[in-house]
């Protein structure tokens, strides 16, 4: 099974509402970075946190880190109908830390 | 260049065909990757290079798949008498690799495979 598994898979939402994304992960990390794709296409890497952190903010993003319970989230405040994507989390682990596992992914729609 | 390149971006084959994806990561990442992604699903882990070898080859699906890299730069993923569940997105990635880990990863907009 993967290393990281987001939930819910799929998530839909009002535009102006807070979009909010789990992450559950099984071995020690390193880092875990969350990325948005659009498309089906590139996925495009939206805030990194290391294992040492236990929030980060970037913009109308906030994720936390809670490494007792190998877990993150991501919250996506006041969310926009272009915020619709799919939002991964991945892990990194291995010996430069770069190696990255992803999760299946959160599928988020939001209506305008 | 300025963002990491992928060709070609659609590829239809027959099955029992060899294809070649070719990925050209940004100028000075000595980090590559390759992910597959299958329709609605999450990325596959395939093959990591750091500069042009390969440490970790785990997850290459089968024997039918290979991957190289020449001149720390340009790589090529082939997958030789591709099958129908070869079809998928195939992802690369480069990242600069220095001696602190958590470098962001760089992701291409994929080569999109489909066997019929």
């Known amino acids: 099974s993967q290393q990281g598994e987001e939930d819910p898979q799929a998530l839909s939402i009002q535009e102006g509402e807070n979009a909010t994304m789990n992450c559950s992960y099984k071995t020690s990390i390193n880092n875990l970075q969350w990325y948005r794709q659009n498309s089906g296409r590139g996925l495009v890497h939206l805030i990194l946190?290391?294992?040492?952190?236990r929030e980060k903010h970037s913009g109308r993003l906030r994720v936390t880190l809670d490494t007792s319970k190998k877990s993150s989230s991501l919250l996506i405040t006041a969310s926009r109908a272009a915020d619709t994507a799919s939002y991964f989390c991945?892990?990194?682990?291995?010996?430069?830390?770069?190696?990255?596992?992803f999760g299946g992914g959160t599928r988020l729609m939001v209506k305008p | 260049g300025a963002g990491v390149s992928q060709s070609p971006s659609n590829k239809v084959t027959e099955k029992g065909k060899d294809v070649e994806l070719r990925c050209d990561p940004i100028?000075?990442?000595?980090?590559l990757y390759w992910y597959r992604q299958s329709l609605g699903q999450g990325l596959e882990f395939l093959i990591y290079?750091?500069?042009?070898?390969?440490?970790?080859k785990s997850g290459l699906p089968s024997d039918r798949f290979s991957a190289e890299r020449t001149g720390g730069s340009v790589s090529t993923l082939t997958i030789q008498r591709t099958q129908q569940e070869d079809s998928a997105v195939y992802l690369c990635a480069s990242s600069l690799v220095g001696g602190s880990s958590g470098n962001t990863i760089y992701f291409g907009e994929g080569s999109w495979l489909t066997v019929v």
């Open positions: 991945a892990t990194g682990v291995g010996n430069a830390g770069n190696m990255l596992t």
């Open positions: 946190i290391r294992s040492n952190e």
């Open positions: 100028s000075g990442h000595t980090a």
């Open positions: 290079f750091q500069g042009n070898s390969a440490p970790d």
